[in-house]
């Protein structure tokens, strides 16, 4: 009766960090190019207590064995790259990928960052920055006094200057890729880092290698289902209250024992 108090909760805290990766997904239902995360179990290791096909006697094998689990575990958290929706906007900066691929953001440390999120600006020199004022890289300065700015489905970038006829190309913006995007460390902020299961990125022109096209005025929104979480929210606190309910009918079957020993 004590092991299945261990078993159900282990049960309990795997349900709960479900229900976590769940709430994340939800409150990020609107956040620029979010994407869910997935959280993966396994079962814990079994206390054998007759190794199946064991002899039982001189003529006869046991067909299964006596094999009892001790619980599941959290073995890890998934990002799940499809693409969202893209819509249309009326910024002149703002990007979506269609299909793979990443923007590539210079951190303050010097290291580089990846994201979904086109969300761009200027700052005040002239940058394309993101949200949080880190700059897009390549990095690419669009003039003063530019009337019109232009950016291809391969990232070829041309602004229209006051004054002058000929549009003046300012740089390209490259995409990059992953062998194992699910490895890629969250850090926050729509960025993410490289890591030893990502892999390292391959940098590439947008529409080539497998990478997806630049759409401009358009933003690519986050990939999270509100249908699919609530469902699946439900199973979850059905699955936490069983394992509850487990809880409880040991305490009660522990109580008996107690009191009638």
Do not use: C, H, W
């Not at 703002?94 to 299909?99: F, K, R």
């Not at 439900?234 to 107690?258: F, G, H, P």
């Amino acid at each position: 009766m004590q092991a299945s108090l261990l078993v159900s909760k282990t049960g309990l805290a795997a349900q709960d960090a479900k229900m976590t990766a769940i709430s994340n997904n939800l409150a990020n239902v609107s956040t620029t190019g979010f994407k869910k995360d997935r959280v993966a179990f396994q079962d814990l290791f079994y206390q054998i207590q007759t190794q199946p096909g064991a002899q039982v006697d001189q003529q006869n094998q046991s067909p299964s064995g006596l094999q009892l689990g001790t619980g599941v575990r959290v073995v890890g958290t998934q990002k799940v790259f499809t693409t969202g929706d893209i819509s249309t906007t009326s910024n002149q900066l703002d990007l979506a990928i269609s299909g793979q691929g990443f923007f590539q953001i210079a951190l303050p440390s010097g290291e580089t960052a990846y994201t979904r999120d086109g969300e761009f600006q200027l700052n005040s020199e002239g940058n394309i920055v993101n949200s949080a004022g880190l700059p897009l890289q390549p990095e690419i300065t669009v003039p003063a006094n530019t009337t019109a700015v232009t950016i291809g489905t391969d990232g070829t970038i041309s602004a229209t200057v006051s004054g002058q006829t000929d549009a003046q190309e300012l740089g390209q913006i490259t995409l990059v890729s992953f062998i194992n995007p699910t490895g890629l460390e969250s850090v926050g902020g729509n960025l993410y880092k490289a890591s030893t299961a990502s892999g390292d990125p391959v940098e590439g022109t947008a529409g080539e290698d497998a990478l997806g096209s630049i759409k401009q005025y358009a933003l690519e929104s986050s990939n999270v289902s509100v249908v699919e979480e609530m469902v699946d929210m439900i199973s979850t606190q059905r699955a936490y209250e069983m394992n509850a309910k487990v809880v409880s009918a040991s305490d009660e079957m522990l109580q008996y024992a107690t009191q009638n020993m």
